[in-house]
């Protein structure tokens, strides 16, 4: 099993910068990808970008291209999404997720809070 601890929510105002942070512990040798998704309020988690976790190849929503970097550690079993040029539309709680396989999430951290004002 994984575990997976995310961290760097916030408020920030239309335009600025946020940095999450997501820690991953236990067996992470059988990671294949990590990803960040997002649930805005009343609607269903989304797909914001992903990583393979050996290779480092990204994916990213259409709705952040441009504007998120996913990176990794593999020495600190991190993963950050650096968010720049934030929207209101960015709000959302941000979840990390774990993949064992291509397009399998099914380790979930416990979700941190993204709110952009206007």
């Known amino acids: 099993q994984v575990q997976l601890v995310e961290s760097g929510g916030g408020l920030v105002q239309a335009g600025g910068s946020l940095r999450l942070s997501c820690a991953a512990s236990?067996?992470?040798?059988?990671?294949?990808?990590m990803g960040w998704f997002r649930q805005a309020p009343g609607k269903g988690r989304e797909f914001v970008a992903d990583?393979?976790?050996?290779?480092?190849?990204?994916n990213y929503a259409d709705s952040v291209k441009g504007r998120f970097t996913i990176s990794r550690d593999n020495a600190k079993n991190t993963v950050t999404l650096q968010m720049n040029s934030l929207k209101p539309e960015d709000t959302a709680v941000y979840y990390c997720?774990?993949?064992?396989?291509?397009?399998?999430?099914?380790?979930w951290g416990q979700g941190t809070q993204v709110t952009v004002s206007s």
């Open positions: 990583i393979t976790w050996r290779g480092g190849t990204t």
């Open positions: 997720g774990s993949a064992a396989s291509p397009g399998v999430y099914k380790t």
């Open positions: 236990g067996r992470t040798f059988s990671t294949y990808a």
